[in-house]
């Protein structure tokens, strides 16, 4: 069974330009997470697809949106980037929600942003 | 903002030893569960522990979870090289949120 995947695996972009991340979650599962990692930090969770919509969203600005697709795959789309959103980009998916399943995550997209 | 705290944040061992991590946590939660990340690469999970249970064993994994604590520990035994990772815990309530890690080391 094929895991999660993720692309590109590494984008470099410069400020002030728009990211856009993509995520194929395991066949079978309807959710999709999104989270940033920053060089030695944890995992801040950005956002969270489940069905085609957006069920719960991390403390980001409105520049960092994202959509789920009717196959479930999903896209992060950062906009106006600045350099501090230089970072991993992971996505996960779990075939429910949070509360009671465990979640699959890609290999993850790191972000430059010069 | 996180809600695991793991501590310590790096910890260094010898192959063979053990190595015993631990988390808090501020809420209430589900279930609490443990991830291991290989050099800045996606996460794998590890085992996850329901707020009714105490124990639990996976090969050389056990975590406990203390829920009037609000902490959970993570104890690797007899470690090996390969376990060499930054391990993260995970809690939920509407979303997963995970601590900044613990650095785990283990020298040959």
């Known amino acids: 069974e094929a895991g999660v995947t993720q692309s590109p695996t590494h984008l470099i972009k410069t400020r002030g330009q728009q990211a856009t991340l993509r995520c194929s979650p395991i066949?079978?599962?309807?959710?999709v997470y999104w989270y940033q990692q920053a060089l030695g930090l944890g995992l801040q969770f950005l956002l969270w697809y489940d069905e085609g919509e957006e069920r719960n969203r991390g403390n980001f600005p409105p520049r960092f949106s994202g959509r789920q697709f009717p196959n479930y795959s999903s896209e992060l789309n950062v906009n106006a980037l600045e350099l501090e959103d230089s970072a991993l980009y992971l996505c996960?998916?779990?075939?429910?929600?949070?509360?009671?399943?465990?979640?699959?995550f890609g290999p993850g997209t790191r972000l430059t942003v010069l | 903002s996180q809600q695991g705290e793991e501590d310590p944040q790096a910890l260094s061992i010898q192959e063979g030893e053990n190595a015993t991590m631990n988390c808090s946590y501020k809420?209430?939660?589900?279930?609490l569960q443990w991830y291991r990340q290989n050099s800045g690469r996606g996460l794998v999970h590890l085992i996850l522990i329901r707020s009714n249970e105490r124990e639990k064993h996976s090969g050389r994994l056990r975590v406990t979870l203390d829920t009037s604590k609000k902490s959970s520990s993570l104890l690797i035994t007899a470690s090996r090289a390969a376990d060499t990772a930054s391990y993260f815990c995970a809690t939920d309530r509407n979303d997963m949120r995970f601590g900044a890690g613990t650095r785990l080391t283990v020298k040959p």
């Open positions: 996960a998916s779990s075939y429910k929600g949070f509360r009671t399943d465990t979640q699959y």
């Open positions: 066949s079978g599962h309807t959710s």
């Open positions: 809420t209430s939660i589900n279930n």
